[in-house]
Every structure is written in C-alpha cells, then in structure tokens.
C-alpha cells in the first residue's frame, strides 16, 4: 500500500491527477446516440477520467429527464444531479425510448415538472467547482446553456452566469454543426437563436465535433446486441430505436474526445480560425485567427476507420458491466 508521502510525490510529479469535471447537457429525446454517450460518460468516470458533476436534459420530452435518472442509477451514480430545461406547459412525449427506459428501469426523480431547473443545476455545480476545472460537453441544441449565461447574480452565486462560465469552465466540447460549412441540427432546431447567442457570448476554448465526423462512425449495431446485457437501458434504447440497425455516434464523439489518449489516436484538430454562426444556425469555418475566439474542429485522421472508432466505442460500455 503506497504511502502518504509516495502519493504526494507521485502529484507533485504529475504521475496522479485529479479527474476531470464534466458537465453533460443533452437533448435526450430524438436520437439515441445521447444514450450512448452518457453511458460512455459513465464509462469514463469508472476509469478515474472525469467526475460527472452533472446532467443537463435540453428537452421538451417529459420523460427525457427519468430517463437520464434512470441511466445514471443503472450504472450507480444515482445521486448525479439532473436539471432540466423548464418548458412548462409545453412539455410532451415524442421519443422512442425516454417513456419505457423512465418507467422499466429504477431511479428516484419524480415528474418533470418537479425535477431541478437547467439554470439551477447549471449554477450549483459550477458555483461549487474549483475555478478553471469543469469542460462541458453539450450535445443538443443550446437553450439551456442560453438560459444559463444570460442569468444573473442570485442566491447561489453573486457572479452572474457568463462570469460563472469564464472563472469555472476551462472548455467546452460541441456536437454542433457541419465543417467546413452547412447546416446541423442541434445549431438549427429548435432553437437557433441560442446558438448565436452562446458562441457571441463565450470566450474560452471551444472545440466542434461536426455532423460530418459522427455520420462515419456507426454504433449500436449487432456487434452490441450480440455482447450487451439486455438488461442494461441501452441495449434497451437501440433496441426501441431502430432495433440495433446501427445509428450515427455523433454524440460519442464528443464525449471520447475526454479521453486524450483515444482523442489523440483519433482524431486531428483543425484551429485556423473562427465558427461563424448564421441567424437560420447554419455555421461556416473562417479560416481566419480571431483573437477573442478560441476555435476548432475535429476530423477523423486519413488513417483511421470509422468502424475501428466505432468498435471501441461499443467496447467501452461493454466493459463498464463486465
């Protein structure tokens, strides 16, 4: 058993590190990828790579954020934290899974409309977080981040929500648009004006995983259905979704891009310039320096497969019930 002075040592040499904060804000309703990715996160968190401080559902889905309880309980991280975007009365249910993985699976959240706001959950984890130690990672279109740094000084914190997001967040990973230019939709629908308003009114790093780099890599396929529990909510989500036809991992990507060791073996970045974003949320590259936007974009590396992506991705959840 190491000792105390060996484990300092080891710190002092960079041998041991603190994981990495992670908060997840996704719109876990349509695709299924978010599912995935989640459990990935979990995945993650097991391997001492990050704390999952948080789980932001971005939905109108009135299940979405039972399903997310739901999810997080299964793979014991039941006290996880989930906010979720307050929508009111405009709350329905529209996804293939959220319904049957809230109701089959155990969880302690209650209704929709009982679960904590987006903002609060948002302003809590970071308002308790070191500075500079939390990346975000959002899969989904940006209302609640919009919500989030457009708030001001409450009871929580004196520091309103962008001066939150520039003193605790060190980075944020998008699943966003298409690169080098088009039109994706979590940047278009439903909200694009939340888009414009989060990538105007953020200063720190910024890394985009396009539409173009996920479409290449397929998961959720047999090779899970054959080697996944069928007891676990994600076979369960593959299964409701397209019964394991296979589906895009644009989620996933963002996600894998914490670990650096798979991210580097992956993937290559392309930081020459700006994302512009339009009012439709329709985005364009401008491969220009700009001095107060820290921006890039991810590319799968000429050598690489998707499907080599794709298998490790699977692996990694398969591995999280072994």
Not at 43 to 66: F, M, Q, W
Not at 216 to 243: C, H, M, Q, S
Not at 271 to 282: L, M, N, Q
């Amino acid at each position: 058993m190491k000792t105390f002075l060996t484990i300092l040592l080891c710190c002092l040499l960079g041998a041991c590190s603190a994981p990495t904060r992670v908060i997840f804000d996704t719109d876990l309703d349509s695709d299924v990828d978010d599912v995935q990715a989640l459990a990935m996160l979990h995945a993650y968190e097991k391997k001492g790579l990050i704390d999952l401080s948080a789980v932001i559902v971005t939905s109108r889905d009135k299940y979405a954020p039972g399903c997310a309880d739901a999810i997080n309980t299964f793979y014991g991280n039941g006290d996880t934290p989930v906010g979720f975007l307050n929508n009111g009365k405009s709350l329905k249910h529209f996804s293939k899974y959220t319904k049957e993985i809230s109701e089959e699976f155990p969880h302690d959240s209650g209704s929709a409309e009982s679960m904590p706001t987006a903002l609060k959950v948002y302003r809590k984890t970071l308002s308790e977080s070191p500075d500079n130690s939390v990346v975000l990672v959002t899969v989904g279109h940006l209302s609640s981040l919009q919500q989030f740094l457009q708030s001001p000084p409450d009871d929580i914190s004196p520091l309103s929500g962008k001066e939150l997001a520039e003193k605790k967040i060190k980075k944020w990973l998008c699943m966003g648009g298409t690169f080098p230019k088009g039109k994706e939709a979590n940047f278009f629908r439903p909200d694009p004006a939340s888009t414009v308003y989060s990538l105007d009114n953020w200063d720190k790093e910024v890394v985009f995983c396009g539409w173009e780099v996920g479409k290449e890599i397929l998961t959720g396929g047999e090779y899970l259905k054959a080697n996944l529990a069928k007891d676990n909510p994600v076979y369960r989500g593959f299964e409701l979704y397209n019964n394991f036809a296979g589906r895009p991992a644009w989620d996933q990507v963002a996600v894998m891009l914490l670990d650096e060791k798979a991210s580097s073996k992956y993937f290559e970045n392309v930081s020459d310039g700006y994302v512009k974003v339009s009012a439709d949320g329709s985005n364009e590259w401008i491969a220009e320096p700009q001095e107060n936007k820290k921006h890039s974009y991810v590319k799968i590396k000429p050598e690489v497969s998707g499907d080599s992506i794709a298998r490790e991705m699977d692996e990694l959840i398969l591995n999280l019930t072994e």
